[in-house]
């Protein structure tokens, strides 16, 4: 019987021991993104900085500049030009990718000719902006590349920190004092604001009419729109 009870005594002496000589792991759960305090998924397809993307970056030029009744829309065709889709563009504008200064698009859009130049007068020239942008894509190779924007800065929208740009980018082109489209101004702050406040823009963006003949603005940018005209519009 102490024999019995003597090995009972060690056999649980050695599960105690055992048991404080183990280590226990805490278990983590690896986040899938370091800066993703949600546990969702990152964005499989970030926009990266240093690319010029078709569908992002240069169509909503080429719509609100050049895509226009009268100009290279698919209905007027100006010298059989179209430039409202990147297939149109790639077959009808002229494009060797790789080289702007081969590139007939390039060449019409810094002509110093004002017989010659595109968008032709009285329409505004490109900013030297946005004619870096379409020599830099021409120069990575005038490739259709897609990519997702995270990011929506919807905090305290006003006419120069989002709006301002977002209206140059996408409607200036068709709503200038030179081309007036529809008798609606967007070329000024006074002006965006006016035509904003009596309902002639939101309501288009939002319908789907605008811009025309081109894509739809992105959720992030009728948000954007609807804020601003929300708070009348601030500068």
Request: proline share 6%.
């Amino acid at each position: 019987m102490k024999n019995i009870l003597l090995t009972s005594l060690i056999v649980l002496s050695f599960l105690v021991i055992l048991e404080a000589c183990q280590h226990k792991t805490e278990i983590v759960v690896p986040k899938t993104n370091p800066t993703d305090t949600t546990g969702n998924n990152p964005n499989p397809n970030p926009c990266d900085s240093n690319i010029v993307y078709f569908d992002k970056d240069i169509l909503p030029i080429l719509n609100s500049n050049c895509a226009m009744s009268g100009c290279h829309d698919a209905g007027t065709a100006a010298e059989g030009v179209v430039l409202n889709s990147y297939e149109k563009v790639m077959s009808t504008g002229k494009i060797t990718p790789y080289n702007s200064n081969k590139s007939e698009l390039y060449e019409v859009i810094t002509e110093t000719d004002p017989k010659k130049i595109m968008p032709p007068p009285p329409n505004a020239k490109l900013s030297a902006a946005q004619i870096a942008l379409i020599a830099k894509w021409i120069n990575q190779g005038a490739k259709k590349i897609d990519c997702n924007s995270s990011t929506c800065d919807s905090t305290n929208v006003t006419y120069t920190k989002q709006v301002s740009k977002m209206l140059n980018t996408y409607c200036v082109g068709c709503h200038n004092a030179a081309s007036p489209s529809g008798n609606v101004l967007l070329d000024s702050y006074a002006n965006a604001k006016q035509a904003t406040l009596n309902g002639n823009v939101v309501g288009s963006v939002l319908g789907g009419t605008m811009p025309k003949g081109g894509n739809s603005l992105s959720a992030c940018n009728k948000r954007i729109l609807q804020l601003w005209a929300a708070n009348a519009c601030p500068q």
